[in-house]
């Protein structure tokens, strides 16, 4: 049973381009997270989503993010006219459901870097 | 904000066994406690997670304090492997969905 999988692994943009980050959740799961390290942070939460929703986003920036967890395909992470400071690990976990009891299992992360 | 409080750091030698404390004074009746670790540059790594009994699989032992107050994470024989940064985790209480709020952890460093 294959883990959760991100790709890019590595991403470089140049300012004001658009980045671009997917996650697959592992097989069966219909819940994924999304979480943002910053260099020399601990892991931040960004955005909660099952299957075509978003149920909490309350950990992304207003402006410039936006994420989807179409009802095919992986999960995307969007960050439009990139900056700086948008430089850091994104980390996608998935769950099968999303209650207390369910495990959280992460991927191994797109590093993004702006030049 | 994290719920929960860990050392920064903690050394243990290779082969013994570490002990990780984690205090969640402020714990409710309904949340559990997780440990995740992140190796260096790699995803957060489910290790074990419990209620109030305690719980041992096949990588570490949890064991919680009767009052939920504090729990210990144990590896019985550490390797330098076992080298990153611990997570204690007390999972927010919603019942429909929840997110995993990481505090900066316990470093921990296996030496040989």
């Known amino acids: 049973n294959a883990g959760v999988m991100q790709n890019p692994r590595h991403l470089v943009r140049r300012r004001g381009q658009e980045a671009r980050l997917r996650c697959s959740p592992m097989?069966?799961?219909?819940?994924v997270y999304w979480y943002r390290q910053l260099p020399e942070e601990g892991l931040k939460f960004m955005v909660y989503?099952?299957?075509?929703?978003?149920?909490?986003e309350s950990g992304m920036p207003k402006e410039r993010f936006s994420a989807e967890f179409p009802k095919e395909g992986p999960s995307i992470l969007r960050i439009q006219q990139v900056v700086r400071g948008d430089s850091a690990a994104y980390f996608c976990?998935?769950?099968?459901?999303?209650?207390?009891?369910?495990?959280?299992?992460f991927g191994p992360g797109t590093r993004l870097l702006v030049l | 904000d994290a719920k929960t409080t860990q050392p920064p750091s903690m050394d243990c030698a290779e082969g013994r066994a570490a002990n990780l404390p984690c205090n969640h004074s402020t714990i409710s009746g309904n949340e559990y406690v997780y440990w995740y670790r992140q190796i260096h540059s790699q995803g957060p790594q489910y290790i074990i997670h419990g209620l109030k009994n305690n719980e041992t699989n096949e990588m570490a032992s949890l064991i919680i304090t009767e009052d939920r107050k504090s729990s210990t994470l144990i590896l019985p024989h550490a390797t330098l492997r076992d080298t990153a940064v611990y997570y204690c985790?007390?999972?927010?209480?919603?019942?429909?969905?929840?997110?995993?709020?990481f505090g900066p952890g316990t470093s921990l460093s296996v030496i040989p």
């Open positions: 985790i007390v999972r927010e209480g919603k019942t429909s969905y929840d997110k995993v709020i």
């Open positions: 097989k069966g799961h219909s819940h």
């Open positions: 976990a998935s769950s099968p459901l999303g209650g207390l009891r369910e495990t959280q299992y």
């Open positions: 989503l099952q299957k075509e929703n978003i149920i909490d």
